[in-house]
């Protein structure tokens, strides 16, 4: 599951630097790791956007999710106002004592009114996240297999629950709302990457 989230956001080009293995990587604090990859994507962005030096990415903690084994996944996102590619950073902690994490750049306004997934869905672990492009959605609610979750969104980012992803679903529903929960978009069989 690890090595085909890597190989799939490294071949769709979004990563930015993938977590090394997990004999170094759980000896650093969650905030470690955020730090560490946000200014890994600052080289990518600089490369990007022609910037003859790496921005300080200013980033904000999108929503977490702990599951009842322990792991705890957290979403980081770039914040909003910066007039650069926006980035996300996705870490997953394992009680402490395995870490895994992707992120890339890329996304947002300009791929216009479409919603994407990004990450992997399975029924065991289900590290999966998701692009509103320009909607101006404030929290979106997400369905597969009948079961239903409301996640709020951050420079256009949601993490998806696990108890949502795990239910071996190929594709989600996904209702995009606005600051009074009211449905401003929908996008129907939002597929996950590798399903």
Request: aromatic residues 6%; contains cysteine; glycine residues 12%.
């Amino acid at each position: 599951m690890i090595k085909r989230l890597a190989v799939l956001a490294c071949g769709l080009g979004l990563i930015a630097g993938c977590t090394a293995g997990p004999a170094q990587e759980h000896q650093r604090t969650r905030e470690e790791r955020v730090v560490a990859q946000f200014a890994k994507m600052a080289a990518d962005v600089a490369g990007k956007e022609s910037l003859p030096r790496p921005p300080q990415l200013s980033y904000l903690l999108v929503d977490e999710d702990r599951t009842d084994d322990g792991r705890v996944r957290s979403l980081w996102a770039t914040a909003p106002g910066q007039n650069l590619s926006r980035c996300f950073y996705l870490d997953t902690e394992n009680a402490g004592q395995f870490v895994q994490g992707a992120g890339g750049c890329g996304g947002g306004p300009d791929r216009g009114r479409k919603v994407s997934l990004n990450g992997a869905a399975d029924e065991s672990e289900g590290d999966l996240c998701g692009d509103v492009g320009s909607w101006a959605a404030s929290s979106v609610s997400i369905t597969a297999n009948g079961l239903e979750a409301t996640v709020p969104v951050k420079n256009g980012y949601f993490l998806v629950p696990v108890r949502v992803t795990t239910t071996g679903a190929r594709a989600y529903d996904v209702s995009l709302l606005d600051g009074e929960t009211k449905v401003i978009g929908q996008a129907a069989d939002v597929k996950a990457p590798g399903r």
